[in-house]
């Protein structure tokens, strides 16, 4: 266990180093890019993108989560699932680009046809690197993981994607940063994590995989849908310009998400799965994780809340100043996708699949009929993100109580876990409003009062961190103060007393 635990710090260690590059990174490429597009090639980008993301589903069909997921994994597994991954890259391939008429036809725009058809072309890229990178993430080799996605992430979308915009691409300058990431992550994790390049056609070979590699996929499907149904019906029904705004909105505070999320999953999966027979230490796992990740969550998502005018002027421009009550109500949404996807990876490890299938149904019923509810009521764009932050807290608790299930107990935990984070979000909100309110009155800059606020806000974070409730979060961040003062102190007496070194 001890092995276990080392493994899955220093798993998290990197998986960390590689959340906070794109957090740092990620603001300033969207500042760039909202200078570079409009808001109807955004539009049309939100509209390429996820259905690109259609096809995606088809390709993995849950073959890399099964091959984390499986207990003994042999030499005709990994085989297995290139093959499959291969097949199904090609299969997707052909069936969005035969799809893309449809596709401009029911959302009313004759220029996603190419835009999809591009993108179909990545398919196959995409699904070359599966194994590879599956087989890291099992191992928790996290270091190769790393390095791969900032670095694809930082040419891609640094160079490439920004570059095209600037040359006037378009919407498709994301093909263009999309297609030079593949290309390095597969470069990168097939030199780190080589597999045989040889095929399989067994069929024994693939009943384990496609068991539970098959449910993960529809599993995946339906947060997928639920997650691009306000794209697909605010662009059928508001239009693409009024989609590039809520897209720019949406993205400034999801994106981070995004990363957060995939970095949990990659990290926790192989150690929930580890030990998902012994439930203690599953209950452990799962309960100092729930605490930890509430109070950072609810902290942030208060600091976003306080400065989402500054934000959207500073890294969106003021022509998407319209986007600025849309960020401040997705600011609530913040804590429940990673708390829900927590819950949710639990259940993957527990090959719990039936639970994950359930709640992921309701919840996309309920966000289509909420949504076409705000539309027919006449309401806006921001009624939207309200709706998702209703259905983010209620799908939360659903999840909650099957990972109380799993676990076996630990419901006052929980409901303690989620009113210590909220009590610091509030916390949090409260000191940065008395600080932020009165500066904006003075007529400051947004640049120097975003400035202000990130520090105030990063302050504000470490101090509920380390002075906040106990959890394994505070340990790590305590344990690296400590381990960074020994240095200085050893680094000073180097310099004044060189004859005691």
Known sequence: MSNLKERTLRAIKWSSLSFLSTVLLAPIFAAILARLLTKEEFGLFAIGLSLYAVGQYIADFGIGQALVQKSNLTEEDIR???????????????????????????????????LVRAFACLYVLASLATVSTSLLRRELRFKPLMVSEVGSYVIGQGIFGLGAAYLGYGAYSIVISVAVQYVIQLSVSYYFGRHPFRLTFRRSSYRALYAFGGRASVVSFLEFLSLNLDTFMIG??????TLGLYNRGYNT????????ARSLTRVLAPSFSAVQHDQPKLRHAYL?????LSVLLFSMAAGVFVAAREIVLVLLGDQFSAAIPIVQVLALFIPFPVLSNLSAVLA???????????IQSVYLVGLAVSYWTVYRLGWGVVAFAGVLVVAGALRSVAYAVVARRIIGGGSKQIVR???LGLACGLAVAAAMAVVVHPLRQTGLSPFVLFGIEGLLGAVLVLAVLLLGPPNELQTQVRSVGRKALARTERWWRAINHPERT
């Open 236 to 241: 059928r029904l508001y239009g693409v310009a």
């Open 288 to 292: 100092s994780g729930l605490m930890a």
């Open 417 to 419: 876990a989620y009113a």
């Open 80 to 114: 297995a699932g290139f093959t499959s991954s291969l097949m199904l890259g090609l299969l997707a391939t052909v069936l969005v680009w035969l799809a893309a008429p449809l596709a401009g036809r029911l959302l009313n725009h004759e220029d996603v046809v190419p």
């Open 348 to 358: 993957e490890a527990s090959a719990r699949l039936n639970s994950k299938i359930a």
């Open 253 to 260: 505070v999801y994106a981070p998400l995004i990363s957060l």
